[in-house]
Structure formats: structure tokens, C-alpha cells
């Protein structure tokens, strides 16, 4: 197995450079699921090397149910394969996947807890995509699959916003918000938000896509209502209103209008040229680089842990217990 079940952990650092180039080179659409894919991968895989460094790092701890012989460091030169061992790296691995099962399990409970309170705050509204709040605090977010399901909305989702929002905009802005939180319900872009956040629970390598899909998002559902509405600077202009305004949305997994983050950078990309909508960079550019680079640290993370985990079923089977 070697050194196979470390790569995993590390590899991660291959996908930073294509977060920020993502941000500014490829169609949001593009990068959101770019990004997305790579944080899922990497983090499947660095989850995988700890479950692997656990099993064969700790066969000598009191009560584990392998045999002592697993544990030998060296195997005859014609008898069977032997697992590694490192009881430092099996202990750390075990603290580092109980901190990442509590975390997934913490993330997970608030996000349920934050549906149910906003989907409660929608008794009593009455049925349709649009569910206005009054509100004195500016909002407006968009609400997958929530229970009050209209006729004719996108998705099962509902569109949140407050009257305070409402306020701060006129009729054109408020048509740029009803078509970028639709854009959010569509492109479901919750789950984007939720994969690289677990991605991220997982690894803090992937912290950075994290910040990138979340950008990523905002742009999609930014160009998307430019484009239903055909006004990129009323778009532009009601994002940035929003911006003053707004407290946010109830969790980061929930997509808003005027999202914390880079605002300035999505007003000023509002206001320049419509994003080319390539499905992968040229190769010979900085974010075509990034992005096969990136690809190859995810493609040599899958292979390392495949590579550890098919050793160490062999292992397994060579010693008799499967």
C-alpha cells in the first residue's frame, strides 16, 4: 500500500490554482460543476485513505478484532502479504475521521433545522413560486423542494423574499430577483453548495473550492437573469442594492440574491461582456493548465486510493479472514 494511502490527502493542493482562475475564466455554469466534481472526488478519496490508514494502523490497540499477524512489518520472502502498520497513523487517522463524521453530522443537522424553520415560516402563505414575508429585514433566498409545493414552480422549490426587500427595488429589479432565484431553483444549486461544503468538512484542503462554488453559483443564476431579462445593468443595479440591504440568507447551503461575498466583482462582471460558454479551457492558457493539472491530481487521487484499497483487500484475502 505504501505511500498510495497518503496521496489522497494531499492531492487536493493540485485543485487550488483552478479556483480562483475558474472564478474569472470559465462560464459559471461551467466552473460550478467543474469545481464541484473535483471537491467531491477529492474528498471521497481523502475520506477512503482514512478509513484505510485506521484499518491497517491500528491492529495492535487492545480489542481490535484482526489478527496480531496483520500487523507484521515485514512478510517472508514466500509467504503471504502483510498489511502495514503505523499505529501513530492508524491513532491520527481515527481522530481525523471522527472529526470529520461529526462535523458532516453537525453540518447536516443544521442544514435540516434551518429547512424546517424557514418552511415553517411559510405556513400561511398563500401557494405559488413567489412566497413574499413581511419582514422589516431585506432578504431574499430560494427554497428547494420546500413542502408548500406551487403548481407552476420550479422544481417543487419556492422563491423567499421580505417586503423590506421588495421595498428597495423597483419593478425591473424585482424581475431581476425573481429570475435569478429561479435560476437557483433550476440549476439546483443547493446541491452544488452542499457537495463542496461537505467537501470541504472532509478536507480543509478544499476550503477554497468551497468559496469558489459559492461564487460560482451567484454568477450562474447573475448571467441567467441577465439573460431572461434581457438588462445586464438592471441585474447589476439590483444586486447591489440587494447588497446594501440585505442580512443574507438563513445557512450558506441556500442560495440568495445578494449572497456575502465578492458583490463588487459580480456587479463588475455584470456590467462587462457576456461570459463565453466554452465547455473546457484551451490548453495552452494559465486556467487550461490549472484545470488538466487539477484533473490529473483528482485522477491520481482515485487511482492511489483504488490502488490502496485493492492492496489491501488482497492483503486481507492472502491472511485468510475473507
Known sequence: M????????????????????????????????????????LA??????????????????????????WADAWAEEEGPPTAPYEEAAGKGAVVALLAVAVSWSTAARRHRRVRRRAERALAGVPDGELAVLTDEAAYAYALPGARNRPAHGVSGGRIVVSTAMLACLDA????A??????????????RYLLAVRFAARANPLLMPLRSAVAYTTERWADEEAARVTGERRVVARAIGKAAL??????????????????????????????PSAVSWPPVFTAVGLAAWAAAAGTLGSALSSANATVTLFLVLKAAGPL
Open 2 to 41: 505504501g505511500v498510495f494511502v497518503l496521496l489522497p490527502l494531499l492531492l487536493p493542493l493540485s485543485a487550488l490554482p483552478i479556483a480562483r482562475l475558474a472564478e474569472r475564466h470559465l462560464h459559471p455554469r461551467v466552473a460550478t460543476r467543474l469545481l464541484s466534481a473535483l471537491a467531491a472526488v
Open 245 to 274: 440591504v440585505s442580512r443574507g440568507t438563513p445557512t450558506p447551503t441556500l442560495a440568495g440574491f445578494a449572497a456575502p461575498g465578492p458583490v463588487p466583482r459580480r456587479v463588475a462582471a455584470l456590467l462587462g461582456p457576456e
Open 44 to 69: 471521497l478519496c481523502s475520506t477512503v485513505c482514512l478509513g484505510l490508514l485506521v484499518v491497517v494502523g491500528t491492529v495492535q490497540l487492545p480489542g481490535h478484532p484482526l489478527p496480531d499477524a
Open 172 to 175: 425591473g429589479e424585482r424581475a
Open 177 to 190: 430577483l425573481v429570475a435569478h432565484e429561479r435560476a437557483h431553483l433550476a440549476g439546483h444549486h443547493h
